[in-house]
Structures are given as C-alpha cells and as structure tokens.
C-alpha cells in the first residue's frame, strides 16, 4: 500500500561545495520528488522474454494516478505550492493519459500552479536550472532515475532521507543501504536517518514545529563546522563520529 516515494533533495548552504555543481547553480535547490512506487512498466503486464526478445508494459490506471497526484498537490500545499508533472506525452499513451489525470486532479488545488514537462527535458534542466523545481511528479521508472540524479545535488548520500507512503502507512529511511562494509567503524553519517525522522513528523503526524527544530539543529551542526567522514574535506571545524554528531544535533534540539 506505500504507493508514493518522497525523496526530498535540499542543499545545505554549508556544504555548497560539497556537490559537483557550481555552487551559483545550486545554492538555495529544495526539491521533492514525488514518485509513484507500484505502478507502471515495473510492474505492467504482460512482461516476460525469451531467446530474441525480451517485453515490458508500461500501465497506469485513473485512480493509480489519481491518489499520486493528490499525494504531490498536498505536499506542495506545504512547500511552495509549485508541481511539476514529468511525463513523456509527446511518445507515450500511458503518459497522455498521465498528463491528463494530473491536470483534473489540479484542479481541486487552485492554490497550487501546475506545469509539465518532458522527461528528458527534465533530466537536463535538474542539472541546467534545479531552483526552479519545488514539487517534481513522476511514474515509477521516471522517477528511479530522476531522484537519483537530484540527490547528487546535494554532495554525499548520506544526507538524503526519504519516505514511501500510502494511505494509513509510511516508511521513513534515508535512501542509503545500512553500509555493512563500515558497521562499528562509527564513520556513518546518521543526518539522513535524523532528516527521514523529520519527514515523519512533518508528513505522517502533522508536527510541523518539531520537524523544523530537528531540521533546524542538523543546519545548526553543519553551519557550526561539524562533519562526519564522509563530508571531512567541505569545511571541517571537527570530525566527528556517528553517535558524536547525533547527540550534539540531539542536544540541539532539546535547547
């Protein structure tokens, strides 16, 4: 039933440097990516192969992208009430109707400006012009890729939370694997496991006042020079461990 992945992507100033971008072109970049999570040609069918040909079906149904695009409509109401719908209309049927759905959906939300665009075009102008994206909407193979391409905004892997959600469940975990190869070496950066916390509080339960002090305290920490291994090179005033840097962002918060 989780059928919407968030994957926010937010450069701290303090670690501008930290990304490959030129820091003009990303300074001030916060975006979500909403994707849809158990639809399209993941999941489609027919779907099969066999010595000289391999298919896969790329399906949406009405409400499949109804109750996405109401997920993303509803998170944007929160940010700064700008959606961008990623579809490949211009080839695709599935993303006629996509764009379609999207668009009636839009308008139960008259406060919300909607916009789309290709895909590939898409691709290129996250790299181009990243600031003008609030809330990005997109199918399931779409979004694979394209939340992927926006984490790397923001210079280590190990700042980025994320969410899948449904209706009366949800999934909080920063995007990254648990890292077995450095488990005991306190060498993990634990902020996207604190921001994924955030989000929870902030999506799931409606406590909007402490999901801004936890993502105030982990600002606070960065802006103050304080650096797991991984972010060691962008500014260090100190090196930290894991639980180092968790309990002085702890601390923080309880201020």
């Given at each position: 039933?989780?059928?919407?992945?968030?994957?926010?992507?937010?450069?701290?100033?303090e670690?501008?440097?930290?990304?490959?971008?030129?820091?003009?072109?990303?300074?001030?970049?916060d975006?979500?990516?909403?994707?849809?999570?158990?639809g399209?040609?993941?999941?489609g069918?027919p779907?099969g192969?066999?010595?000289?040909?391999?298919?896969?079906?790329?399906?949406?149904?009405?409400?499949e992208?109804?109750?996405?695009?109401?997920?993303?409509f509803?998170?944007?109401q929160?940010?700064?009430?700008?959606?961008?719908?990623?579809?490949?209309?211009?080839?695709?049927?599935?993303?006629?109707?996509?764009?379609?759905?999207?668009?009636?959906?839009?308008?139960?939300?008259?406060?919300?400006?909607?916009?789309?665009?290709?895909?590939?075009?898409?691709?290129?102008?996250?790299?181009l012009?990243?600031?003008?994206?609030d809330?990005?909407?997109?199918g399931?193979?779409?979004?694979?890729?394209?939340?992927?391409?926006?984490?790397?905004l923001c210079?280590?892997?190990?700042?980025l939370?994320?969410?899948?959600?449904?209706?009366?469940?949800?999934?909080?975990?920063?995007?990254?694997?648990?890292?077995?190869?450095?488990?005991?070496?306190?060498?993990?950066?634990?902020?996207?496991?604190?921001?994924?916390?955030?989000?929870?509080?902030?999506?799931?339960?409606?406590?909007?006042?402490?999901?801004?002090?936890?993502?105030?305290?982990?600002?606070?920490?960065?802006?103050?020079?304080?650096?797991?291994?991984?972010?060691?090179?962008?500014?260090?005033?100190?090196?930290?461990?894991?639980?180092?840097?968790?309990s002085?962002?702890?601390?923080?918060?309880?201020?």
């Amino acid at each position: 039933g989780v059928y919407a992945n968030l994957r926010p992507a937010v450069v701290y100033n303090e670690l501008i440097n930290a990304s490959s971008l030129k820091p003009e072109i990303i300074k001030g970049v916060d975006i979500m990516v909403v994707r849809e999570l158990i639809g399209g040609i993941y999941f489609g069918e027919p779907k099969g192969r066999d010595e000289n040909k391999g298919w896969n079906t790329m399906v949406y149904t009405r409400s499949e992208i109804e109750r996405i695009a109401h997920q993303a409509f509803r998170i944007a109401q929160k940010r700064s009430k700008r959606v961008c719908s990623i579809d490949k209309a211009n080839v695709l049927d599935v993303s006629q109707l996509w764009r379609d759905v999207v668009t009636e959906v839009s308008a139960e939300y008259p406060d919300v400006e909607l916009t789309h665009m290709y895909v590939d075009n898409a691709a290129m102008q996250l790299v181009l012009n990243p600031k003008q994206f609030d809330v990005m909407l997109t199918g399931n193979i779409f979004g694979d890729i394209l939340s992927d391409e926006a984490s790397m905004l923001c210079g280590s892997i190990g700042l980025l939370p994320s969410a899948s959600v449904g209706e009366k469940i949800g999934v909080y975990e920063p995007i990254h694997g648990s890292a077995p190869d450095i488990a005991g070496q306190g060498i993990a950066n634990p902020i996207a496991t604190i921001a994924s916390a955030s989000m929870m509080l902030r999506y799931a339960l409606g406590e909007i006042e402490a999901a801004d002090k936890v993502d105030a305290a982990i600002k606070k920490v960065l802006s103050e020079g304080y650096r797991t291994q991984d972010l060691a090179q962008f500014d260090a005033v100190e090196v930290c461990s894991t639980s180092e840097i968790g309990s002085i962002i702890a601390n923080y918060i309880a201020r």
